[in-house]
């Protein structure tokens, strides 16, 4: 089956620390990818996107990711966190290319410290 | 406001008991979206409209599960005789299929919260 693997589930960081998330996925074809991001009280919201192109995609507020075929990684980065970066972070992905339904990983509880 | 809406926020019911939750999308969206996502877990595909035709329905969605969208607006999704195992935030989302054919990305609501006592 198709699935999405978010290894890192509780990470506890200080700011200015860099962070990388991992993100694995299951599947040889075509994908679509997507890191969404849940600040505490709101809902998710996309921080960027993997469609096409130069494998290395930049989003809102610092954050890139790498796609990395032969890993089936997208692993998200960012080089200096902030105490507003504390939030879950979810890896999704659409397979298939054309695929209507997103598969996500479990998420990844960020905690930046003061 | 012009992202996803839901409503209600919260619903506290009683089990064995029907509820309805509704999902208005952005309004240029053609696609809607269903997702369950429980504690500690990311959300998982309930069910998929494109215009008013439901065209993808998980295995997740029992019969006591029914979701609408009659004219292609705005959407509903009704559990009946809910179980405390429903106890779950509801998530719509919505998107835009592009004139290539390609999916879009996903425009998340707040959730519905249901608790079933």
């Known amino acids: 089956a198709q699935s999405v693997s978010q290894h890192n589930h509780h990470v506890i960081l200080s700011e200015a620390a860099s962070l990388e998330l991992g993100c694995n996925y299951s599947?040889?074809?075509?994908?679509?990818l997507f890191w969404y991001v849940q600040y505490p009280g709101q809902h998710l919201q996309l921080l960027l996107k993997?469609?096409?192109?130069?494998?290395l995609v930049k989003g809102i507020k610092g954050f890139e990711a790498e796609f990395i075929k032969s890993k089936f990684s997208f692993n998200l980065r960012k080089p200096s966190v902030q105490w507003s970066d504390t939030a879950e972070y979810f890896c999704?992905?659409?397979f298939g290319g054309g695929g209507n339904k997103l598969t996500f990983g479990t998420g990844t509880q960020l905690k930046v410290e003061l | 406001d012009t992202g996803v809406s839901q409503d209600p926020r919260h619903k506290i019911t009683k089990r064995g008991q029907n509820v309805t939750f509704r999902c208005d999308p952005i309004s240029e969206h053609n696609r809607l979206y269903w997702y369950r996502q429980t504690l500690g877990q990311g959300p998982e595909f309930l069910t998929y409209f494109q215009n008013e035709a439901q065209l993808e329905k998980s295995r997740l969605l029992s019969d006591r599960f029914s979701a609408e969208r009659p004219k292609g607006s705005f959407s509903t999704l009704e559990i009946q005789r809910t179980e405390q195992g429903d106890s779950a935030m509801y998530l719509c989302?919505?998107?835009?299929?592009?004139?290539?054919?390609?999916?879009?990305?996903?425009?998340f609501g707040p959730g519905t919260r249901l608790t079933v006592l």
């Open positions: 999704a992905v659409l």
């Open positions: 993997y469609f096409s192109g130069d494998p």
């Open positions: 599947y040889g074809g075509t994908v679509n």
């Open positions: 989302a919505s998107s835009l299929l592009s004139a290539a054919g390609g999916s879009q990305e996903q425009f």
